[in-house]
Structures are given as structure tokens and as C-alpha cells.
Nanobody
Framework: QVQLQESGPGLVKPSQTLSLTCTVSGGSITTVYYSWRWIRQPPGKGLEWMGAIGYSGSTYYSPSLKSRTSISRDTSKNQFTLQLSSVTPEDTAVYYC??????????WGQGTQVTVSS
């Protein structure tokens, strides 16, 4: 069974960089055909896809967030990381790491609340 676990600070100050790590167990992030994604849900709003890193290390970003987003990975630790720069209170959300395989989001982390506030 694949498990994903988000980790990182729950409070970030405006203009700083938010950094979250997803640790994957039960499966390798380099397994062919799977991609690993970050999705967030602001309070009272729907899910927003932020970006992804594929099994080969290729990255893909939401056009609306591309200028502020970076996704990387550490294959030795089976982790992938989200960095979102220049955060504002509008970036307050629950952040999820997710695996996509066979055309569907099949495994989700439990989500981590990040609040942007001074």
C-alpha cells in the first residue's frame, strides 16, 4: 500500500517561501508511468492543482503559479518537495501530495494546513 505524508511548517510569513516535503512509502517515486503532484484547497474553495513531477524527474506547473512554484525530488529518500515563493495570505490552504497513476489520483496524503500570516 502506497502512503504519502506531507511535512513542513504550518505557519509562514508573507513574502517568505513555503516549503513542503512529501515522503512516500510503499512505492518508488521513480516507478514508470506515475507522477507525483501537489494540490491545495484554500478555505471555502475547491481543489487547485499546483504542479507535478514525473517518474523521470520532469516537472509541470499550473500556469497561474508557475512563476512562484518549484517542485524537486530526492530519490535517495523517496521524497518530493514543493517550494512556493513570495507567499501571501491567499496561499493559506490545506496542501496535499498525491500520486497519479492510470489516469486517476489514486493515493493522497492526509493534507497539511499552511497559514500565511504575520
Amino acid at each position: 500500500q502506497v502512503q504519502l505524508q506531507e511535512s513542513g511548517p504550518g505557519l509562514v510569513k508573507p513574502s517568505q517561501t513555503l516549503s513542503l516535503t512529501c515522503t512516500v512509502s510503499g512505492g518508488s517515486i521513480t516507478t514508470v508511468y506515475y507522477s507525483w503532484r501537489w494540490i491545495r484547497q484554500p478555505p471555502g474553495k475547491g481543489l487547485e492543482w499546483m504542479g507535478a513531477i514525473g517518474y523521470s524527474g520532469s516537472t509541470y506547473y499550473s500556469p497561474s503559479l508557475k512563476s512562484r512554484t518549484s517542485i524537486s525530488r530526492d530519490t535517495s529518500k523517496n521524497q518530493f518537495t514543493l517550494q512556493l515563493s513570495s507567499v501571501t495570505p491567499e496561499d493559506t490552504a490545506v496542501y496535499y501530495c498525491v500520486r497519479k497513476g492510470d489516469g486517476k489520483y489514486d493515493f493522497w496524503g492526509q493534507g497539511t494546513q499552511v497559514t500565511v500570516s504575520s
